[in-house]
């Protein structure tokens, strides 16, 4: 399976909005969960919630709800991004996890095998 391909990173403004997308095409008539998550400088990676790519049912870490939004359309994944905080520049990651028997899609991060290369988003003050 080829790895995701994420777009859609840049600056933004503390309050605005940012949508980044990511390319599924290759899993999206699979069965797939398919996660974002994020990795400030130094630290380790964090998830910001997940999505079953054959229904579209989403599940988020508590910090995300409300701040972010995951939706898929036609082999793209969004990360909507509403409220943006001031925060360290922050790289973002989706990544594909095969789902198979399991229930639903909240997987721990080490599930995710492909990941794509990521895209950096900085919010200023």
């Known amino acids: 399976q080829a790895r995701p391909v994420e777009s859609g990173g840049g600056s933004g403004q503390t309050g605005g909005s940012l949508r980044l997308l990511c390319d599924v095409a290759?899993?999206?008539?699979?069965?797939?969960?398919m996660g974002w998550f994020f990795q400030p400088p130094g630290k380790e990676r964090e998830s910001v919630g997940t999505i079953y790519i054959r229904n579209g049912t989403t599940s988020y870490v508590d910090s995300a709800q409300g701040r972010f939004a995951i939706s898929q359309d036609r082999g793209t994944l969004y990360l909507q991004q509403n409220n943006l905080q001031p925060e360290v520049t922050r790289l973002y990651y989706c990544?594909?996890?095969?789902?198979?028997?399991?229930?639903?899609?909240?997987?721990?991060?080490?599930?995710?095998?492909?990941w794509g290369q990521g895209t950096q988003v900085s919010v200023s003050s």
């Open positions: 290759e899993y999206s008539k699979s069965d797939y969960c």
């Open positions: 990544a594909a996890a095969y789902k198979g028997g399991r229930s639903n899609c909240r997987l721990a991060l080490e599930s995710f095998r492909n």
